[in-house]
């Protein structure tokens, strides 16, 4: 049985939308900082989102590995991930990136300023390319 991934597939598209027009924004001769900034701010809503999103769904998508649905879903952010690679679901170097994706939102939690946003922007290459890989592997039929 698959797993729905809609919401996070358009919550993926958003970020991706985003962050383009942003990138583009910087490349312009004369960028409007005021646009600048409504864009990076979406770029880290979306971010946190879809990393929420992702771990809620790959709970799920571990359910098969653990002895009830409860015991899947009761695990942290961080341990889910490592299930998924223990399982095969997703890589070690990919393992680590996530940890280190849940270490930047859980930062979001208490600085939003401009430092973290601009730190979140450098990882959004790797977090959009790993989020989408992600999206593929929890909407793959599993064995339930």
Avoid at 59 to 75: H, I, M, T
Avoid at 115 to 121: D, K, Q, R, S
Avoid at 130 to 139: E, K, R, S
Wanted: a negative charge; glycine letters at 6%.
């Amino acid at each position: 049985m698959a797993i729905e991934t809609d919401y996070l597939e358009r919550g993926l598209g958003a970020l991706e939308r985003a962050f383009t027009a942003l990138r583009e924004l910087e490349a312009a001769e004369d960028p409007d900082r005021v646009l600048y900034e409504v864009y990076r701010a979406a770029c880290v809503k979306e971010f946190e989102l879809v990393l929420e999103q992702s771990g809620k769904l790959l709970k799920k998508r571990l359910r098969p590995w653990f002895a009830s649905n409860r015991q899947a879903d009761g695990l942290i952010l961080k341990d889910a991930f490592r299930h998924a690679n223990k399982h095969g679901l997703i890589g070690a170097d990919a393992c680590e990136r996530w940890l280190t994706y849940r270490d930047n939102r859980n930062d979001t939690a208490h600085d939003y300023g401009e430092g973290f946003a601009e730190a979140t922007l450098k990882l959004l290459p790797n977090f959009l390319a790993d989020a989408q890989a992600l999206a593929a592997v929890i909407g793959e039929a599993s064995d339930e």
